[in-house]
């Protein structure tokens, strides 16, 4: 023990001659001559583990200091935190006692501190309770229950944050690893917005203090855009208004357009439209996650929106029909085809948390069609045959465009699994157009192989069905993903190639979610990137880390993903990417998610925002911004 025994001969006396009972003190002190102490230290620049050896001689030490006493009484002012029973060395029989006044006096425990009255039922760092931390443990991976707690995103990153000298400020799940519950990217402080109203003074308030401006729904998220360290947030998940049009005509016109639609408010998730859509016997075109968590008028649509359906409907952006936003100048304005034109241009592609906070979209609705599943699970007998079959898959997409399919898969050498959608199709037809593919697939396909097409009478029935292979939480894990986006010309005439250059990576994926109506579409009509019109499939890779790694190691992960993007780039002659599921280490943000459409919407992101109050990570503008977008450069 480098600093040897402390005795502090600070007892005896007068304080022997007390009743032990009179008060809350440990009653040991009355029988009680003096306090002896121990301590260990350890260097400023000391790693975990040395710390963590200091701390264990504390633990060894307090053991022997145990045999000289029959109660192990210390003073809890000057004692350890790894105490075996703090209760007792620091309370003695007056701790129920005391446990009992303090839920008396406090019994929402807003007053807790480490090895205090009542932090036994706590974390170690004192921040939620035994229920509440069983609670975050067994819903982290809980998308909708995620999305209904302030500032926390879906994929637990972009919650930390990493420092130019490489430490990280994080709160990790696994409180073994001894490491502080902190902050990280998380804004401190925010508004509960309830209404336009609310998000107006907001941004005033913002505006006028100069803070940094954080708009958060659901915290579906793969760049970081719904969160910032020490920002100011404005939470839109609680407006969850939903108003249905028989006739909808946006503000501004004629007239003489009018359309079945539903307006939703800015904290309306999938699920929830699904709902009240379906139990008007309608459909709207939505995002399909695991648990319908998405947020169904944000930064989804705003960056285009992607959908199994959009072959058949088109993208989020071509079912909009208006949108209200609070801009930065803390107007509340109607935005559509005739009412601020210009920016609903803008609004359509051009990526959340960029031009203002919207308030509600509108959507077209449309009638309810049936829909033909074709689901394949199969593991492969070689390299070979997997490549066999993953060019016929990739050849097969232009057919499928042409049929308006969509839907999801992933594959690597060794694996693959689909399902996709085909709606309004009978199964004859999807059985003419999926069948030469299942075919091949039982000619190279492993045992266990599963190929099967499943009539539905809706999406509504499509809704509760269990898909098998696919019930890994989309949710509550630290990855980063790239992508991008697969033209019908790629997948008709340089399928072999696509499919070597994508087996070449250990695991990709492919969302079906665009040719058919998307490819119908005016390029230039919406702000979103013109590739998108030439696309059939979103291509996608991703890395991830566990809690607790260091700088070092996540950067090693982002630069592999770096480089798997660098493989994609060279199955597309245009490098696209779809900007809501994409990677923060693009070489060019901006023509990757923009294309020649950038410069038309920096201009309008300054014209609506001269000062820069929205500004998210490769955002629009966000070139001219540092790193966490707080200081112009």
Known sequence: MPYGVGFNCVAGGA??????????????????LATIAIAESWSENALVDEIRAAQQRLIDSTRILDTISTDSATYYNEATLHEVDFQKSFWGRHYPR??????????????????????????????????ECADVQANTANGTWRANIPGALQNLFFEDY??????????????????????????????????????????RFAKEHNLKVVVQN????????????????????????????????????????????????AGVQWIEAYAAVGARNRFIVGGISQDGSVGAAGGWVLGGGHSAFSGKFGLGVDNVLQF??????????????????????????????????VTSVTYKIHPLVPVTGALASVNFTSPDNAQRAITEYIRLHAT??????????????????????????????????????????????????????????????????????AQDSQVGNRPEISSRLLSRDTALNKAEETARTLLSLEFVAINYIAGGAVLRVDPESTGLNPAWRNAVAQVYIGESHEEGASAETIRATQQRLVEGTAIL??????????????????????????????DRLKQIKYEVDPTGLFVVPRGVSSEDWDKDVVCRV
């Open 324 to 357: 209200t936003l609070v801009k930065a100048d803390g107007s509340h304005v109607t935005v559509n085809a005739h009412a601020n034109p210009t920016l609903f241009w803008a609004l359509r592609g051009g990526g959340g948390g960029t031009f203002g906070i």
């Open 162 to 203: 990493i420092f130019p000298n490489n430490t990280i400020s994080a709160c990790y799940l696994n409180t073994t690893l001894g490491i502080p519950c902190e902050q990280g990217s998380i804004p401190p402080i925010g508004v509960d917005a309830r209404s336009p109203e609310d998000i107006q003074a907001a941004v």
């Open 218 to 265: 659901t915290g579906h998220d793969y760049l970081g855009r719904s969160t910032g360290r020490n920002g100011f947030m404005i939470w839109t998940h609680l407006m969850k208004n939903i108003e249905f049009h028989d006739a909808f005509a946006p503000e501004g016109g004629d007239g003489s357009e009018q359309f079945e639609a539903v307006t939703l408010g």
């Open 15 to 32: 304080s022997s001659q007390i009743d032990p009972d009179s008060v809350a003190f440990h009653p040991s002190w009355r029988n009680a």
């Open 400 to 469: 499928l465009s042409d049929n308006e399919w969509g839907g999801y898969s992933f594959f690597n050498n060794f694996t693959m699994f689909f399902i996709y959608l085909a709606p309004n199709i009978s199964l004859p037809e999807a059985n003419a157009t999926i069948g030469p593919l299942f075919n091949l697939l039982h000619e190279v396909g492993d045992t266990g192989l599963i190929t099967e097409i499943v009539p539905f009478d809706s999406f509504n029935a499509l809704a509760n069905f269990s898909v098998p292979g």
């Open 98 to 131: 005391l446990k009992e006044i303090k839920r008396q006096v406090d019994p929402t425990s807003l007053f807790v501190v480490p090895l205090g009255v009542g932090s036994e039922d706590w974390d170690a760092d004192v921040n939620c309770s035994g229920a």
């Open 569 to 598: 780039d060279t199955i597309t002659t245009d490098s696209a990417a779809y900007l809501n599921e994409a990677s923060l280490h693009e070489v060019d943000f901006k023509k990757s998610f923009w294309g020649t459409h950038y």
